[in-house]
Structure formats: C-alpha cells, structure tokens
C-alpha cells in the first residue's frame, strides 16, 4: 500500500509508489542542478598577461553583479617590473561588453581599450588614466584582448591565439 503523499497512477501496480516518488525527487534535483549552472557566481574570476616587453603584468578582474544576467564588475591591477602597482575601475560590463583589446604603443605606453572606455597605462610608473580615442595613437601593436571564451570563462587571448577584434561601432 502506498503511503497518503505518494502519487498512485490509475494504471500502475501498487508496488510502482516508490519509483513514482524516486522520479520525482530526481525531476526536482535535476531542475535545481540546470538552474544553479545558469548562475553567476559573484567570485572574482582574473585573468592575467605577462606583458614582458613593457616589464608589466596586467590583470582584469570580473565580478558578477548579478545571478542571471551578464553583467560584471571589472577591475584592473597593473604591477610593474620595478615594483610599481595600480588599480583601477573599467567600465562595467552591461551585456557582452566586457572585452578589453590591450596594444603596445610608443613611449612605454600600454593601451586597454573597451566598447566605451580607454586607458593608457604608463609601464614605468603604472600609472592608469582614462583618455578618450582621439587621442590614441594609431600606430601600435595588438598584443590580445580580455575576453571570454567559449564556455563563458573570463580569460586572456593572445594575439597568437586570436587576431584583433575591433568593436562595433554604436
């Protein structure tokens, strides 16, 4: 006899009330399982470059601001050869805006640029500031971008690995 909060199909056999609840209790598991891969989690996720030219190491931050939607935090930490540091607030990522081109320019320069934000870093004192395109030199080497990859993981790319994307233009 099945228990009063087992389901009982018409057309089962009494003794099917267990398979009924194991069922169940796995259709429950399996729903929590797809929605909790569907989260973001709002643990930083660095990715880092060696940026041995410029003696610079570069790392940018993402942080989750939200469990559902794609939208992240971004940070960037500068540390130099010569012991030198910086952190900075990029942009914020609204919806797969997050990626961030970086160059090698003139003068010890390194740009990270993004969809509606620049920067220019100065390798010798690590010091960050925000500029606008027109001011960028145009003459620089792509070095690769910050990005996610295809299982929407925050990492870095090389240009090796990937030839430059340029943004879309809005």
């Not at 090698?104 to 620049?118: E, L, S, T």
């Not at 295809?150 to 240009?159: D, N, P």
Request: proline fraction near 4%.
């Amino acid at each position: 006899m099945c228990p009063r909060w087992a389901r009982r199909d018409r057309c089962s056999f009494e003794g099917s009330c267990a398979e009924v609840n194991v069922s169940s209790w796995a259709t429950v598991l399996s729903c929590m399982v797809l929605l909790c891969t569907g989260c973001n989690s709002n643990t930083p996720e660095p990715a880092t470059v060696e940026i041995t030219s410029a003696r610079l190491r570069l790392t940018i931050e993402r942080t989750a601001t939200d469990p559902f939607l794609q939208r992240f935090n971004l940070t960037m930490h500068v540390n130099g050869a010569n012991g030198c540091a910086s952190s900075t607030e990029l942009f914020p990522d609204t919806g797969y805006a997050g990626r961030r081109n970086v160059y090698q320019a003139a003068n010890a320069k390194i740009y990270v640029v993004g969809q509606y934000d620049a920067r220019v870093i100065d390798s010798l004192s690590c010091r960050t500031h925000l500029s606008e395109f027109r001011h960028l030199d145009r003459e620089v080497i792509f070095v690769g971008s910050f990005d996610q990859d295809e299982y929407k993981h925050w990492t870095y790319i090389s240009a090796t690995q990937r030839p430059e994307m340029p943004f879309e233009k809005r």
